[in-house]
């Protein structure tokens, strides 16, 4: 059986085991436990993101301006909020733009361009195109069945923890 919010459009499998437990916790409790979950198992994805970046990337390169730019899997980052009334848990898996501005075009890959550079005596370079390496949709495949394991052992240990924590209340 599966727990479903029709309000928020979720609906979760698998979690029978959590839900009486759960379920005698409070509404900010519930969501605060939730939202370790998302973590847990968004920090998964990032992880097989970053792995999947540092084998198919050549380096680091540079920027037009001639500076060192970072490599793409250490601008890899996870982040997780909750929304809503209903504190609704949201992970999110991306890269930090500032830090690597090409991370799209990796991504999506490009067609062949010229480059504009402020080098003395060369005015462009051209390049030949890359071919596209969606490694943010591969990590996501890959690393379904750990992120969902990391999130129902985070979830067993937070339901435990909160319920020793009012258990001790008591």
């Known amino acids: 059986m599966a727990w479903t919010n029709k309000k928020g459009g979720i609906s ?7 839900l009486k437990k759960i379920k005698k916790l409070g509404p900010k409790i519930q969501a605060r436990v939730a939202l370790t ?7 998964e994805v990032r992880k097989v993101a ?3 970046v540092k ?11 001639g500076r060192q730019r970072i490599h793409l899997f250490k601008a890899i ?14 992970g999110t898996i991306g890269t930090q733009y500032k830090a690597t501005p090409h991370d799209h075009l990796v991504h999506d890959g490009t067609k062949p361009h010229t480059i504009p550079v402020p080098w003395p005596g060369i005015k462009q370079v051209h390049h030949p195109g ?3 390496y969606p490694f943010m949709e591969i990590a996501l495949e890959k690393s379904r069945t750990s992120a969902q394991a990391a ?11 909160e319920l020793q924590k009012d258990r001790d209340k008591k």
């Open 12 to 18: 979760v499998a698998g979690i029978d085991p959590f």
């Open 37 to 43: 979950a998302v973590r847990a198992g968004s920090a």
């Open 50 to 52: 970053q792995k999947l």
């Open 55 to 65: 084998q198919h990337a050549l380096g680091e390169g540079l920027t037009p301006d």
């Open 77 to 90: 980052i996870n982040k997780a909020k909750s929304y809503g009334k209903d504190k609704i848990p949201v």
């Open 130 to 132: 890359s071919r596209a």
């Open 151 to 161: 999130m129902i052992g985070k979830l067993e240990k937070a339901i435990e923890k």
